[in-house]
């Protein structure tokens, strides 16, 4: 298998050509998907397809058919030897996508053309993927008591950096598409989620209140504590005191995206 150029593994200077760049990537990763992995079909979607804007932090979203649970994680093994660092990308199948992210994804569901009325569905189709590791992480905490810990905590401190990631994408879809762009400082990720408690572009209300913003950075501060631990280096009673409240805070979560959809759908007409 050819080598990554090393063009692609700079990071392009300006959005349009990390877009191109990401472009050859994503055929790349077709190829060793479908030679290596027997994948049936690769299919290119989300920003890069044309499905949000795209900006300097978008990932490269690839689904896939005909590829097991087992060799999906180790095809995603192989795609993060070949992607460059400074291209975050995910990998879903599409027979076990969330009904509502598969339709998204084979466009049976179109986008709406409407700026405010495409960015609420954005939000919505956001909130789809999060209930999903939510589900998954609450399903984790009920069997914590009947299943060894060095398996439990590792568990629930990915489901918990996954619930974050979900959390960010909300916000980082409302300012991309109504503020203009992505906080640019070194501490982004913490300004993300204080941008989007606060009125911003285009008259938009704040997507949570602060009060819900200060839970939600609990979260991103784990996150960012744990990037560098090994699995054993894990407070188990601290991941799980975190988890243990993630059901109850993604229903605030959703109610919040609710109220902000209702004003994007005001402002739509």
């Known amino acids: 298998m050819p080598l990554m150029p090393a063009t692609l593994n700079t990071l392009p200077a300006s959005a349009e050509q990390r877009r191109q760049a990401a472009w050859a990537i994503a055929d790349q990763c077709s190829r060793i998907l479908k030679q290596e992995f027997g994948a049936t079909e690769v299919i290119v979607f989300g920003s890069l397809r044309g499905d949000a804007p795209w900006h300097n932090d978008s990932d490269l979203d690839l689904a896939v058919r005909g590829i097991s649970s087992d060799g999906l994680l180790k095809a995603f093994d192989r795609l993060a030897t070949i992607v460059p660092r400074w291209l975050p990308f995910d990998l879903v199948a599409v027979e076990r996508a969330h009904e509502r992210v598969r339709d998204r994804i084979l466009k049976i569901t179109p986008m709406p053309e409407n ?88 008259a938009r209300p704040p997507l949570w209140e602060r009060s819900l913003l200060l839970k939600l950075d609990a979260y991103r501060r784990f996150r960012h504590r744990v990037r560098h631990l090994y699995n054993l280096d894990l407070d188990s009673k601290q991941v799980l005191a975190l988890a243990q409240p993630v059901p109850a805070l993604f229903g605030q979560v959703q109610q919040a995206v609710e109220q902000f959809g209702e004003w994007l759908v005001e402002r739509s007409h």
Do not use: M
Not at 115 to 143: G, H, N, S, W
């Open 115 to 202: 700026t405010y009325l495409a960015l609420q569905q954005r939000l919505e189709d956001e909130l789809a993927t999060i209930q999903q590791t939510v589900d998954t992480l609450a399903a984790v905490v009920d069997q914590a008591d009947t299943v060894a810990e060095i398996s439990v905590t590792p568990a629930l401190a990915a489901y918990l950096k996954d619930f974050n990631i979900g959390c960010e994408r909300l916000a980082e879809r409302v300012v991309v598409a109504l503020d203009g762009g992505l906080p640019t400082s070194e501490n982004w990720h913490q300004q993300l989620l204080q941008q989007a408690a606060e009125p911003g572009g285009q």
